[in-house]
Nanobody, 124 residues
Framework: QVQVVESGGGLVQSGGSLRLSCVAS????????MEWYRQAPGKERELVAALPTSGSPGYAEAVKGRFTISRDNAKNSVSLQMNSLKPEDTAVYYC??????????????????WGQGTLVTVSS
């Protein structure tokens, strides 16, 4: 099928920057949208940024002006540049890809594909 793998998490001081990357792989698929979610301890998973294949990026209010989502459609990848990080940005960040998977010509499935998550820790 299709899988996504994230990379780039780590520990950074408040005010610092990190860049997360995510690559989708598999066969017979096309990407409709790629998104970044995050889940902080004790909280629900929330959408951080989204970028449709044909469309404009969208951001959660909490990260507007600090985070930038970008894609390389040729490489089926998405990145999240995170600047001016705050301790409240500490979370596990997940890549999500909404894909159309067509294993054979007569079949077409819409799938939600999630990565394993990467931990971002921002120290004060």
């Amino acid at each position: 099928q299709v899988q996504v793998v994230e990379s780039g998490g780590g520990l950074v001081q408040s005010g610092g920057s990190l860049r997360l990357s995510c690559v989708a792989s598999g066969r017979a698929f096309s990407i409709n949208i790629m998104e970044w979610y995050r889940q902080a301890p004790g909280k629900e998973r929330e959408l951080v940024a989204a970028l449709p294949t044909s469309g404009s990026p969208g951001y959660a209010e909490a990260v507007k002006g600090r985070f930038t989502i970008s894609r390389d459609n040729a490489k089926n990848s998405v990145s999240l540049q995170m600047n001016s990080l705050k301790p409240e940005d500490t979370a596990v960040y997940y890549c999500h890809a909404g894909v159309t998977w067509s294993p054979i010509v007569e079949q077409s499935h819409r799938l939600d594909v999630w990565g394993q998550g990467t931990l971002v820790t921002v120290s004060s």
